[in-house]
């Protein structure tokens, strides 16, 4: 019965309490809920085209973006990043918020297993894209519209590949059939 305090100096600065808090009681400066939704909405304002979310740990995927970007690699324009902190920020209902609002593929890149700068924040994060495979499967939609990869930053070519598979694999599924409906029911 005693009410939780937070110790900041204890704080690590990934998230995962965040987003596995089951009654939202705590949030991340900088990286609110309501700032990730706003970008996951703006980048689905438009759906007429084919867009896969890419959730990117800021220590490892975002900067083998950054690696990509620096080698002149190519990777598809359907793939739109949005930075987290480490993947364990990256909540169920992000991904689900992002296939309500027509995303086509959502997948989350994390640091490899046993290099998450804060321990487990990529084991956690993989247990959500399962969960979110499971909800996705249970109405209808294909689960493997959702995945989780792992890389380092130094792997640019890796992160190109996984952008490449991923619009392949939601190339070959079709579009999200949310989005269809809701484009049939307009
Ligand atoms: Fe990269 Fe945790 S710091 S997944």
Known sequence: ???ATVVEAACAGCGTCA???PTDAIHMRHFEDDQLIAQVDAIL???DHDKVVAFACNWCSYAGGDTAGTGRLQYPTSIKIIRVPCTGKVDLLHILRAFEKGADGVYVVGCLEGDCHFNNGNFRARKRVEQ???ILNTIGIEGE?????NLSSSEGPRFAEYAREMDEKIR??????IKQAKQKAA
């Open 45 to 47: 304002a438009d759906s």
């Open 19 to 21: 987003a596995e808090c």
């Open 145 to 149: 519209r959702a995945q989780m990869y």
């Open 172 to 177: 070959n599924l079709g579009p999200n059939p």
């Open 1 to 3: 019965k005693e009410i």
């Open 132 to 134: 979110a495979q499971n």
